[in-house]
């Protein structure tokens, strides 16, 4: 797949209030709901909801604080999972089956992304650079990966073509499922 996203992803994540910090998973798990299982959560606790509403839900409840994440279903076979405060949780549960999880996590405020890191079958299998199955998805691409929001431009690139879709408005919009981390 050579596309390229037909809108700025940062700006996507921006219009969002989550670009720094923006922590999230793609996970080749089509139901939503089974990507809440697989994370561990309180399936009684799942929240029905866009991503607008899943931001606007309280971080604390009478309980305390609570860490809290959206799934949404990106494409037919993927998944999205953007974690809303600052904490993502271990890739293995999501990947368990023979899936692929990708792990992307910016911190712009300080200048630090992780390598983009992918999960198959509860084994991390190192950068998605390293891995010869994956270079035509990224080695066309004319990013300037020496920056931080040149860095992550390519990360949603390279997933966008992955999966199939790039992250944009309607994502957003869609209903998914808030959920309560373990």
Do not use: N
């Amino acid at each position: 797949m050579r596309a390229l996203p037909p809108e700025d992803q940062l700006q996507v994540l921006r219009e969002h209030g989550i670009y720094d910090p923006f922590m999230a998973q793609w996970a080749s798990v089509d139901d939503v709901g089974e990507v809440a299982r697989r994370l561990g959560v309180d399936m009684a606790k799942t929240v029905a909801c866009d991503f607008h509403a899943a931001v606007e839900s309280p971080e604390e409840t009478g309980e305390g604080r609570r860490y809290r994440a959206w799934i949404g279903r990106l494409a037919p076979g993927w998944s999205v999972v953007v974690y809303l405060d600052g904490w993502m949780v271990d890739s293995d549960p999501l990947s368990s089956g023979g899936r692929h999880v990708f792990d992307v996590s910016c911190v712009s405020g300080t200048y630090e992304i992780e390598e983009l890191y992918y999960t198959h079958d509860g084994v991390c299998d190192g950068s998605v650079y390293e891995a010869e199955e994956y270079r035509g998805y990224w080695e066309d691409l004319k990013y300037d990966t020496a920056s931080t929001d040149g860095q992550l431009a390519e990360y949603l690139a390279i997933l966008g073509r992955i999966a199939g879709r790039f992250l944009d408005r309607e994502f957003f919009s869609s209903r998914g499922l808030l959920i309560e981390l373990p």
